[in-house]
């Protein structure tokens, strides 16, 4: 496959990925709204919230599940541009590729999970849905530390070789901050906006997606930009 084919293949598999990780909000939201469950909440009140947005969480978290391939073809063609931008002895590449194959596996595992929390509304169910209510909750907010190595590689990556421009660097940092940030809500049941599950673990995670999304754009932008820098070239 020449180079650009690779291009805007990772740009198409990034854009499906995003947007197949982020329809689970606007599937939930066309039931009745209510805060998503926070870690510590009773089984109860976890149930209450499952039982309004069954169907539309059931698919879109699914979706979350399917995406994971287009994600794992954007981040093995950055990982072998980087690896091939930076030569024999660079080590960027391998690090995406195994710190993102590490990452994208947490995230993944957590909406199985997930997966499995519609299926115990029965009342004789609810201090196992108390249960695994924290433990997903936890789980989502400690998917954003998972998500913390792959992109403090490609912020590395992206100042060091050619193959990003200079701006998604920054943004990356923006993005890790806040990856970190949504991590913290794993320590804490309190205030519920850091609470793992709350305000903060929803603004990471949709970030991260936002990412993913904007990276492949940047994709799709160097395969546009390559027959004009080959016009120029003498």
Known sequence: MNEQRADRLA??????????????????????????????????EVAVWFD?????????????????LPGFVQLTVLAARIKRAEGE????????????????????????????MPFLLAPHLQAAIEALGSLTAVWFALDGLAAFPLLIAVGLAARSTRVLPPWFARFTWVIAFFAFAMSLGSLTASPPWLAAGGMVTGVGFIGFFVWTFVLGVVFMRKRADAPRAA????
């Open 11 to 44: 740009g198409w598999a990034g854009i499906i990925f995003s947007v197949l990780s982020l329809v689970v909000f606007p599937l939930v939201m066309a039931s009745p709204s209510s805060p998503p469950p926070i870690v510590g909440q009773s089984g109860a």
């Open 52 to 68: 309004q947005h069954r169907r539309g969480f059931l698919l879109g978290n699914y979706l979350g599940v399917a995406a994971f």
């Open 231 to 234: 016009s120029a070239t003498p």
């Open 89 to 116: 002895g660079g080590f960027l590449g391998t690090l995406i590729l195994t710190t993102g194959t590490f990452g994208y596996a947490v995230f993944a595992c957590s909406l199985i999970a997930f997966q499995a």
